[in-house]
């Protein structure tokens, strides 16, 4: 099959699965087309139609939270895939993806996509600087980028019903979680406005800087992440509880996982 549009869409609140799309970008160039960057995080461009069709490889990475896609992934359908590929792209804190590539794959599928191969890579865990800190890095990279080679590769020899990539679990999904509180601004904030700007479900009062729709926090860590005075921070219990938590995931995955991927 031959390919016309190469394009990279993510969702990633702290930029971690957008370096791992533009790692994946290094190995796409080996195609000499032309790589479109789409950066759906921000809630008004994830709302955007977008069209695709045959001809377009879409690659579209994004976190994993409690085993699954993102909520808000879960029910985008504005995207039109009309036949074009897509390959599913997890970026995962180091404990397990689980249902996340399966449920991101069905979601393609059911906006129109082919989906010829998907893939998961460990990154740092945004709640925690303990595991696996600066992924992906250096050491990252070959494989991830090996990866959009091969991907090229399948496609430009498979024909196009042979395209379609086998994805392990079958069945309803996981439970999603629910963090037990909202990140919320303390008495040194300056009320700069940061993480208004990088909440993806622009739930944050720009005047007061507190999240005003607590039912819709997705708990991704942009706001805490973006504040350059570290002012924002779940109640301290909580904070507390998702330190132990994640010292027991380290203790649990002390190794970095290798890549996993789908062809
Ligand atoms: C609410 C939440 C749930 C998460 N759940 C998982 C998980 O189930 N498994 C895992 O390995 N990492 C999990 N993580 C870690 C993220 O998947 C990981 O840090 C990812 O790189 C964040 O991507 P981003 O920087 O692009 O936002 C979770 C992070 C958050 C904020």
């Keep these: 099959m031959q390919i016309r549009r190469l394009f990279l869409l993510y969702f990633s609140p702290t930029g971690h699965a957008r370096r791992v799309a533009r790692m994946l970008a290094g190995g796409l160039r080996a195609s000499g087309l032309p790589i479109?960057?789409?950066?759906?995080?921000?809630?008004?461009?994830?709302?955007?139609?977008?069209e695709f069709g045959p001809g377009d490889l879409v690659f579209t990475a994004f976190p994993v939270y409690f085993g699954r896609l993102p909520l808000p992934l879960q029910t985008l359908d504005c995207w039109s895939g009309n036949g074009a590929l897509a390959v599913p792209v997890a970026a995962y804190g180091n404990r397990a993806y689980e249902d996340a590539l399966r449920e991101a794959a069905?979601?393609?599928?059911?906006?129109?996509?082919?989906?010829?191969?998907?893939?998961?890579?460990v990154t740092e865990h945004n709640q925690s600087r303990l595991i696996c800190p600066g992924r992906p890095n250096d050491e990252d990279r070959p494989g991830i980028?090996?990866?959009?080679r091969r991907v090229l590769e399948k496609v430009a020899s498979a024909d196009e019903d042979a395209l379609c990539v086998e994805l392990p679990g079958?069945?309803?999904?996981?439970p999603y979680g629910r963090m037990p509180a909202v990140p919320q601004p303390d008495e040194i904030c300056r009320h700069c406005g940061r993480c208004?700007?990088?909440?993806?479900?622009?739930?944050?009062?720009?005047t007061t800087m507190t999240v005003r729709e607590p039912?819709?926090?997705?708990?991704?860590?942009?706001?805490?992440?973006?504040?350059?005075?570290?002012?924002r921070h779940y109640p301290a219990p909580v904070e507390a509880r998702i330190a132990e938590?994640?010292?027991?995931?380290?203790?649990?995955?002390?190794?970095?996982?290798?890549?996993?991927?789908?062809?």
């Design 36 to 50: 479109d960057e789409i950066d759906v995080t921000d809630k008004w461009d994830r709302e955007e139609p977008r």
């Design 106 to 121: 069905d979601r393609l599928r059911a906006l129109g996509f082919t989906v010829p191969a998907a893939a998961a890579f």
């Design 145 to 148: 980028e090996a990866f959009a």
């Design 170 to 174: 079958e069945g309803e999904y996981r």
């Design 196 to 206: 208004v700007e990088v909440c993806p479900m622009d739930i944050i009062d720009p």
């Design 215 to 231: 039912d819709q926090c997705i708990g991704c860590r942009a706001c805490t992440a973006a504040c350059p005075d570290n002012a």
């Design 245 to 263: 938590l994640m010292a027991s995931i380290h203790e649990k995955n002390p190794e970095h996982k290798p890549p996993v991927v789908f062809l």
